[in-house]
């Protein structure tokens, strides 16, 4: 990535750089709300954080944007002129937009950067969560992206608690008993956008933040269906008690953690509906009975029978005995169901999308921009035709009936 020519990084929203004497930047599509960067030393001061943040060293920058080092600690000093050539070539490098250069993220991006509890751990999985979140607050702001605030529960002490939680939040969505078969729709609708992007291996699993009264969250596509899903609902359950990573949290962080996972168990495999899946298929074999709570509610085979042992329908020994060997897809085939998988990368919010596109076609997003707030999940080519507004069509449409 940060190999790439300058001319192959997408310039967000069509960004329009400016150079005045001072070297203040300004970039059409920025978030009026955020602060904007206006003087050199500010511009400098955000080239030094991303490089830093890349683990580039001022050298290195150099040689990747043809400049030499001293150029390079002039610009982080502010005591010299960024062209917008340049800003473009460090952007590449930097594998950052280049908006970032010249506005502030959220401030809640900023408090999660700067949280030794969650800031820093993965840098793929942080940049791509400060990008979404930026956006977001574009789109919030322009008054393209719909919101309202939710709710806030309680956080949940006990494995009572997150299992009564889980139920709330269940019957907060309207849901059935049953299984969740589309958990990306279902977190929007309690005010959750969730995106998910293939990071890499290395790259943990998932990260939250809260943009205005939305949830942003992004979960790691390259790991498995029932992985992503099982992330999604722990991020859920962040987002339905206001802790997204507080850093003094209620509990210990490791216990807020341990009892936002049980929500998410809970939430995922509700109590009354697994153990209806385990007598159904309990007199074939206690692993098809298994398998069958796996491939029902779309989760991986050890959050299954994990679950199976925290209801007390398995025990410590038998669920040690299923998870020692891996569920097999001759199983999922000897089962007679099929496996669906979810958050397949890239993949966006239907809502989200939908006020995306309604956005282009009302002209008030470019092709650029509308492909990238869509994370890849369509190309220029694919976006919809937009019709030609015509002097004679505009007076049509403004007549008035009698």
Same mark, same amino acid.
């Given at each position: 990535?940060?190999?790439?020519?300058?001319?192959?990084?997408?310039?967000?929203?069509?960004?329009?750089?400016?150079?005045?004497? +001072?070297?203040?930047?300004?970039?059409?599509?920025?978030?009026? $709300?955020?602060?904007?960067?206006?003087? %050199?030393? +500010? &511009?400098?001061?955000?080239?030094? %954080?991303?490089?830093?943040?890349?683990?580039?060293?001022?050298?290195? #920058?150099?040689?990747?944007?043809?400049?030499?080092?001293?150029?390079?600690?002039?610009?982080?000093?502010?005591?010299?002129?960024?062209?917008?050539?340049?800003?473009?070539?460090?952007?590449?490098?930097?594998?950052?937009?280049?908006?970032?250069?010249?506005?502030?993220?959220?401030?809640?991006? =900023?408090?999660?950067? %700067?949280?030794?509890?969650?800031?820093?751990?993965?840098?793929?999985?942080?940049?791509?969560?400060?990008?979404?979140?930026? +956006? =977001?607050?574009?789109? =919030?702001?322009?008054?393209?992206?719909?919101?309202?605030?939710?709710?806030? *529960?309680?956080?949940?002490?006990?494995?009572?608690?997150? !299992?009564?939680?889980?139920?709330?939040?269940?019957?907060?969505?309207?849901?059935?008993?049953?299984?969740?078969?589309?958990?990306?729709?279902?977190?929007?609708?309690?005010? #959750?956008?969730?995106?998910? &992007?293939?990071?890499?291996?290395?790259?943990?699993?998932?990260?939250?933040?809260?943009?205005?009264? &939305?949830?942003?969250?992004?979960? *790691?596509?390259?790991?498995?269906?029932?992985?992503?899903?099982?992330?999604?609902?722990?991020?859920? $359950?962040?987002?339905?008690?206001?802790?997204?990573?507080?850093?003094?949290?209620?509990?210990?962080?490791?216990?807020?953690?341990?009892?936002?996972?049980?929500?998410?168990?809970?939430?995922?495999?509700?109590?009354?509906?697994?153990?209806?899946?385990?007598?159904?298929?309990?007199?074939?074999?206690?692993?098809?009975?298994?398998?069958?709570?796996?491939?029902?509610?779309?989760?991986?085979?050890?959050?299954?029978?994990? %679950?199976?042992?925290?209801?007390?329908?398995?025990?410590?020994?038998?669920?040690?005995?299923?998870?020692? +060997?891996?569920?097999?897809?001759?199983?999922?085939?000897?089962?007679?169901?099929?496996?669906?998988?979810?958050?397949?990368?890239?993949?966006?919010?239907?809502?989200?999308?939908?006020?995306?596109?309604?956005?282009?076609?009302?002209?008030?997003?470019?092709?650029?921009?509308?492909?990238?707030?869509?994370?890849?999940?369509?190309?220029?080519? !694919?976006?919809?035709? =937009?019709?030609?507004?015509?002097?004679?069509?505009?007076?049509?449409?403004?007549?008035?009936?009698?």
């Amino acid at each position: 990535m940060s190999g790439r020519s300058a001319a192959a990084v997408p310039r967000r929203g069509g960004t329009r750089l400016l150079q005045s004497q +001072d070297s203040a930047m300004m970039c059409d599509n920025r978030t009026m $709300g955020q602060a904007v960067i206006r003087t %050199q030393a +500010d &511009l400098g001061r955000r080239i030094a %954080q991303a490089r830093e943040d890349s683990g580039k060293t001022q050298s290195e #920058l150099a040689d990747l944007v043809g400049l030499d080092r001293t150029a390079v600690v002039r610009l982080e000093a502010g005591n010299r002129k960024v062209s917008a050539t340049e800003l473009v070539a460090i952007a590449s490098a930097l594998e950052r937009p280049i908006d970032w250069f010249v506005a502030e993220s959220p401030p809640a991006v =900023i408090s999660r950067r %700067q949280s030794s509890a969650v800031g820093g751990l993965s840098r793929r999985l942080d940049l791509a969560l400060e990008n979404a979140a930026r +956006d =977001i607050a574009f789109l =919030i702001e322009q008054g393209i992206l719909p919101h309202q605030g939710h709710a806030l *529960n309680s956080a949940p002490q006990s494995f009572e608690d997150a !299992e009564i939680l889980a139920r709330s939040v269940r019957t907060e969505a309207r849901l059935p008993e049953g299984p969740i078969h589309d958990l990306q729709v279902v977190c929007e609708q309690l005010g #959750l956008l969730a995106f998910s &992007l293939a990071l890499g291996p290395d790259s943990g699993d998932a990260a939250y933040v809260e943009v205005s009264d &939305l949830g942003v969250a992004v979960v *790691n596509g390259t790991t498995d269906s029932g992985r992503r899903r099982f992330s999604l609902a722990h991020e859920l $359950g962040h987002h339905v008690v206001g802790d997204a990573f507080e850093p003094e949290p209620r509990l210990g962080a490791s216990e807020t953690e341990r009892m936002l996972n049980v929500f998410a168990a809970h939430f995922l495999m509700p109590r009354s509906a697994v153990q209806n899946t385990w007598d159904e298929f309990r007199s074939g074999s206690a692993r098809l009975a298994a398998t069958a709570v796996a491939v029902r509610f779309r989760v991986s085979w050890s959050a299954a029978c994990n %679950q199976l042992r925290d209801l007390g329908i398995i025990d410590g020994r038998e669920r040690g005995l299923l998870v020692e +060997d891996d569920l097999r897809k001759g199983e999922v085939l000897e089962l007679g169901e099929r496996w669906v998988p979810e958050l397949e990368p890239p993949s966006v919010p239907p809502g989200y999308a939908q006020a995306v596109v309604n956005a282009y076609r009302a002209r008030r997003l470019t092709r650029v921009r509308t492909v990238e707030l869509l994370h890849g999940t369509v190309n220029e080519s !694919e976006l919809p035709a =937009i019709e030609e507004t015509t002097l004679e069509r505009l007076r049509r449409e403004l007549e008035v009936e009698p």
